[in-house]
């Protein structure tokens, strides 16, 4: 990976060195600027300075951001499920994030080559057309949560990612989950339609009143005295749903400590299944990914525990 300096002459009136570069680099937060300086990415005369130091006329101030250079497609072909030349599918691991958390990605894809390993900087080195900014958002379409593994579609065109998120955003999207949860649901299936929001003052999301509606359904697959093996089915996209749904009615999911379940090695989350429509072969499509084999082992584990 080729990273080139850009450096940068510093005149006028003393200025703080993170608030010159923020002003120098389009689409880079001030937040952001100040972890390049931490990080020494950004050097003033050669040398690693504080954000708030004063830039005097005649400084260098020279910058380090990641370009693309040779492309680098180990990572990425480990996990793609189907690729076209519309659009791709991967079986996303359990912690990696789908994103960073700062923006700075979406404005300048290169910065997510900073931060820790995510799915756009697996996409950006693999697919570095998809950062030219011709498609939003790297292609996205929908999220994962980090522990949560599994399939996710990915646009490679613009037309491919509109056809896409309109099919998400009507709800044509089938959607198929995996979970193990504390307990034994009374009824093999069940539905739950509880709206879904954050309260003011409350950071954490949950079932609140005058939150959003958010249905989800569920099948109990298998048994075991304490606990179950489920197929969820949310038949709307809200940001935690199956979590927060499957915690409101007291079976959470097992690795989840936000919402409530026991402590384990892994969120048992799995996103197994998705049937959509091609977005150029106007067909219905299918695609799955089984279990992966540390949630097989932790419900294996789970049973012979029982």
């Not at 429509?277 to 067909?283: F, L, Q, V, Y």
Request: aromatic share 6%; with cysteine.
């Amino acid at each position: 990976m080729k990273t080139p300096l850009r450096t940068m002459i510093f005149e006028g009136a003393p200025e703080r060195l993170d608030i010159f570069i923020t002003r120098s680099e389009t689409g880079l937060s001030r937040e952001f600027v100040k972890r390049l300086i931490l990080e020494g990415r950004a050097l003033v005369n050669g040398k690693p300075r504080k954000p708030s130091l004063l830039l005097e006329p005649g400084d260098s101030v020279t910058i380090d951001l990641p370009a693309m250079g040779k492309k680098e497609t180990a990572h990425l072909d480990a996990i793609i499920i189907y690729e076209d030349k519309d659009m791709l599918a991967v079986a996303k691991p359990a912690g990696i994030p789908v994103h960073p958390n700062d923006s700075n990605w979406e404005r300048r894809p290169e910065t997510c080559l900073i931060s820790e390993e995510t799915l756009v900087s697996m996409l950006l080195r693999a697919r570095p057309e998809l950062g030219n900014n011709k498609v939003p958002r790297m292609g996205l379409v929908h999220r994962l949560d980090r522990d949560t593994s599994g399939l996710m579609l990915v646009a490679k065109t613009l037309k491919a990612q509109t056809a896409l998120q309109t099919q998400f955003r009507e709800r044509l999207v089938e959607k198929t989950y995996v979970g193990v949860v504390a307990g034994v649901p009374a009824k093999k299936t069940g539905s739950i339609d509880a709206p879904i929001g954050r309260a003011s003052g409350f950071k954490k999301i949950k079932v609140w009143e005058y939150g959003r509606a958010a249905q989800t359904d569920f099948k109990v697959t298998e048994k075991a005295k304490k606990h179950s093996l489920l197929e969820v089915y949310p038949r709307t996209g809200r940001t935690n749903q199956i979590r927060i749904h499957l915690e409101f009615i007291g079976h959470p999911i097992v690795g989840d400590r936000l919402y409530g379940g026991e402590r384990g090695t892994r969120l048992l989350l799995h996103s197994r299944e998705i049937t959509f429509i091609h977005p150029s072969k106007n067909k219905k499509m299918t695609l799955k990914v089984e279990l992966p084999e540390d949630f097989q082992r932790e419900w294996v584990k789970i049973k012979k525990a029982e």
